[in-house]
């Protein structure tokens, strides 16, 4: 997407060809940090601080971590090590999972001698699969947002809300939540986003606020429990999430609060879709409540905040009594039933095995 007229991606090689540059998202909204990795484990401290994030740009940088850990030892014994490394970072986004499993399918039988060069070339085509996925998903999106522009009789704007950041920082471009936002915009379909701000760490305040602001999209930030209320009268026309992890049977794992949004929208006959690459469907799971590993973080990031002072200043502030005891979990699930559809790179399908398989076939 543009930053300033200028294109920028969330990850791309450096130019010396052997490290990789990044956005370190820990440092949006107020300054914008390019990073270089340098090494497997740059790679994986950087998906565990959070510096890059999103389902998608958590499997675009863990094919490049393989990639930088081939570089430096490319033996079975390297491939090993550097895939517990990563596969350690993050537990709930199954993109992780599949980066890895794609890089040693890749490379796994390969002389040892031009192991890294395929890993390199491998981790680019991933990133530049990802951008055309996403890309598709917003083609496939688009014609949701023009029905109820038609419905709506081409008056006023449509109202979109959104959770946490499914936008291009998430992924490597478009993002998936956002792409039909974006190919919306391009139509000159006027669009308002409600953007849940998303504690604890506000991704939505922090990353999609700052994308929308770039893109020239109107939003409102909005706390995460006004969603219920803005949807009771009749103010979303429709809700987009991300996804981290989709089961076979369409059940979806996102940001933690995603399901309490299903739930207003399903009880207000709002319609709930849910966009994700295919990458995210994890075709060995069928329950995603059982199967499907919850992510469990910091108390710190419920008991604190950081934000920027008025005077330029980053800074961490308490918010709960000192000795507060806080649980920190990361990832919800929210039931297929509660899903009206799921927009894919392939198009948009049922939340359902049926559905899925309609689309990918030959998954599994
Ligand atoms: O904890 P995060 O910031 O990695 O969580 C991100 C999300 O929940 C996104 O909605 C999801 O990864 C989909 S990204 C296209």
New binding site residues.
Partial sequence: MLVDEKPMRTIWPGEDGRTVEVID?TKLPHALEVVRLASVEDAAVAIET?MV??????GATAAYGMALALSADPSDEGLDAARSRLAAT?P??V?LRWALDETIDAVGLLPVSTRADAAWKLAARICDDDVAI?SSIGDHGLPLIEEIWERKGRQGVVNILT?????WL??VDW???TAPIYKAQAAGIPLHVWVDE?RP?N?GAG?TAWELEHGGVPYALIVDNAGGHLMQHGMVDLCI????RTTATGDV????G?YLKALAAHDNGVPFYV???SP?IDWTKRDGLAEIPI?ERSPDEVTRITGRTDGGETVTVRLAPEGAAAANY??DVTPARLVTGLITERGCCEASEEGLKSLFPDST
């Fill in positions: 998202q959070m994030r999103g389902a998608p740009l958590i993050r709930t986004a993109n996403c959770h946490c950041n499914a936008g998430a992924t993002g998936t939540a998303t760490r991704q990353l999430v991300g996804s981290d794992a996102n940001k933690i995603t966009a994700l690459p995210t992510e990361g990832f």
